[in-house]
């Protein structure tokens, strides 16, 4: 189906998509930093997410906790879980190479079957997060939820660049990211960084997990197509990079939302799948290839 | 009395081809009725156990159906293997996840029939993961008792070792959207739906709907598991429906809703049975008020008495109440299991001419159901129930079609 434009749709369309992909920016911070500063890819990174979403609803819905402290407890546990991962698995299989894929893969069906069994298979209503005020400008409804995702994304986004590019701890983490026997002979904590690491993506996948509920709903599988997309944002702009990814995060999403629009949802995946390949055959190499970078 | 006389020899004609005529539909009728072959060598079938098998969503979006009907099924084959099993033999059911996508059940079907070796194929939940299968089954030769996945593509003999029991969406919709059209008198109507046959069939029965009216059905198909609904929310809103039918997994519906909401569109909804449904109605109750929706099954909390025994036996059983999917899956099993116990001998042939000579069928939870040597298709009643607060009302009885 080829819908029509006009200014007030473009608006919408675009609003909705730039939330999405801040939202998808906040994820791939956490991939980033684990992957380069561990050179780890955890496949249950978006559950962790689910975690905390199904966690802060069974709380709140459940036992009756007020959402600020629901939210706050089912956080803590998402970053605990992600902590740990590293901590007493990763930590430990990190010289058999290709081992971390395996056993983060079966963290995911753990966690998933965990929140079946507890939660059940249901989509659940989450909390509004500012769902329910909007304003209507020039014809977009302006949703409140909209813009608190896209203030948290650049928020957290200018955060993690400040941190990594202008203080003795992102000084640290790239020095570890780089050679983590020469940033340890010089008494950086390595290990002990890369867990903090870790527990600063289960932060990063728990806001952009509950952000993501109140905008869809929370159930044991939703966060996965989502994850998906932050990985292939993280494959077009390069692990090892900082603003290319998140760029790449912004411009799926929208482009996503766009092509959603024009050709209706069944051309949603066939388009992405098209951009990656034009992305991947026609951009030169050293532009999505870091290991052509040149390094200093 | 003929009007006038005909001539002699042109009367013997007539006669003789008249009879000819009945002698054919009579020979036509017998020769396509399944013959019962006892000695048939069947797979799945022990001196103990019946081995069945089903395919469903257990994962992903449509997991809710999936788990329901599997749970539902798996007590009622459990409470009649407690009392002996049929004709000595326990019942074993096998049921393995599609994930609701048609890839992955057709690699799921060859598990089931090569090497689990079921003797036939008893319920299931999810009409694009079960068309997919269809030909396999064709092929093979398995008998597919009363799986859910209405669609204008089974319940004739075009596939005939499929027996269905859920009424297909075009008559589903059809029902659905004259009564919207007759009562509310909408401008225009758009329809969200699975790409595929599930939304194809539901557009062409809200198109049968509106025939003659000058109200306009946009169609707009959804991918199962879409991670941003918003754009397509943006285009309802461009089209400025009335009203908006929606046939997606209940995940989807109420995404979509909160996703309309968002951006401010709030029209009036009607939706598939599948809405019907407690768990949807507590997650998504407050964005779907006043949705009218199809009831395919009775209500769980029907004062019919085999409704009510369903109930409390499948209480007794796993100590949960019952939902929808639940009462679906129990009730398929109820299917399979009098086709079983009817069949002369436990061959696949004698299942099937068992299923042939169902005759009103009476569940409780269905309307009657009757399948013949020609007749694939048991049941074609839907009723409709309007959301209203926690629970939904009769606004439409069970109204069989033509």
Known sequence: MIADFNLATIGQVALSGLATGALYA????????????????????????MVAAFGSFFFYSRLGLPPW???????LVAVAISALTDLLIIRRISHRQGLDFVVTLGE??????????????????YLALLSDVSWTIGGVFVNANDLLALGLGVAIIALGHVILNRTALGISLRAAAEDAAIAESVGIKVAGLRTWTWAVAGLLVAIAGMMFASRLSVSSFYMTPLVINVFIAGMIGGLERFWAPILAAFGIALYQAFTIYVFGEPGGVPALFLLIIGILTLVPKRLVDERYEARA | MLPKRLPADRLRSVLAGGSALVLSLILADVALATECKPDEKT?????????????????????????????????????????????????????????????VAQQQIRTLVQRDGIFAI?????????????????REGIPAIAPYAPSSELGTMKAPHVFMTAVNYITEFQIMADYVVKTYKPKSLSLVGVQGNVGDDSKAGMDLAVKGTDVKVNYIPEVPGTPDLTPIATQLRDLKADWVFLILTNADTGQLLEAMSRIGYKPQTAAWAGMDDDDYIKAFGSLSQGMIIAEETAKVSSQDSLVQKFVSDFKAKTGKAPGKFEELGWVQAEIVVEALQDAKALTRSCVMAALEGMKDFKTGILPSITFGPEARQ?????????????HTVEVVPFRSVE
Do not use: C, H, W
């Not at chain 1, 930093?33 to 997410?49: L, P």
């Not at chain 2, 788990?67 to 099993?85: P, R, T, W």
């Open chain 1, 26 to 49: 906040i994820m791939l911070l956490g991939v980033l930093i684990v992957f380069q500063v561990s050179k780890n890819i955890n496949f249950a990174f978006g559950q962790i997410g």
């Open chain 1, 69 to 75: 402290l629901a939210i706050g407890i089912a956080t």
């Open chain 1, 108 to 125: 995911l069906l753990l966690l998933t079957s965990l929140a079946e069994l507890l939660f059940g298979t249901s989509a659940q209503s």
């Open chain 2, 43 to 103: 797979p799945g079938v022990s001196d103990t156990e019946i081995k069945l098998g089903a395919l469903m969503p257990l994962s992903g979006s449509a997991a809710t159906g999936g788990l329901g009907a599997k749970a539902g099924a798996e007590a009622y084959y459990g409470i009649i293997n407690d009392q002996g099993g049929i004709k000595g033999r326990k019942i074993s059911i096998t049921v393995l996840d599609d994930e609701y996508k048609p890839a």
């Open chain 2, 122 to 138: 008893a319920g299931g939940e999810g009409t694009p993961n079960f068309l997919a299968i269809v030909p396999f089954i064709e």
């Open chain 2, 378 to 390: 048991g049941v074609n009643a839907v009723g409709l129930v309007k959301l209203d607060g926690d």
